[in-house]
């Protein structure tokens, strides 16, 4: 079993930034692809963006040139540095790990984080 504690969410003004962290503990092992979904109340959970454990990202369009994903394999943490933050960034944020990064833009397989807020206002 896998366990993610995530940090770094808050309420920054629109063309602000800020940085998550997502570190995972427990049946590390299994982890090979890490990224990041988000929530914004009445749609859909949405993939923001993902990592294979060789570096290989992938962005929804809507973030690309704005966000930036990363991870420490040695600390099996992953961070989402996020910039140029727009009111359309509000969402809950949940951090996911999984075996296969190919399955990222499929399914909402893998472990989950609790989630943690970004608010942009205007």
């Known amino acids: 079993q896998v366990q993610l504690v995530e940090s770094g969410g808050g309420l920054v003004q629109a063309g602000g930034s800020l940085r998550l962290s997502c570190a995972a503990s427990?049946?590390?092992?299994?982890?090979?692809?890490m990224g990041w979904y988000r929530q914004a109340p009445g749609k859909a959970r949405e993939l923001v963006a993902a990592?294979?454990?060789?570096?290989?990202?992938n962005y929804a369009d809507s973030v690309k040139g704005r966000f930036t994903i990363s991870r420490d394999n040695a600390k099996n943490t992953v961070y989402l540095q996020m910039t140029s933050l727009e009111p359309e960034d509000t969402a809950v944020y949940y951090c996911?790990?999984?075996?296969?990064?190919?399955?990222?833009?499929?399914?909402?397989?893998?472990?989950w984080g609790q989630g943690t807020q970004v608010t942009v206002s205007e």
């Open positions: 996911n790990l999984r075996r296969n990064y190919y399955t990222f833009p499929f399914d909402l397989g893998g472990s």
């Open positions: 427990g049946s590390t092992f299994s982890i090979n692809a």
């Open positions: 990592i294979s454990r060789g570096g290989h990202t």
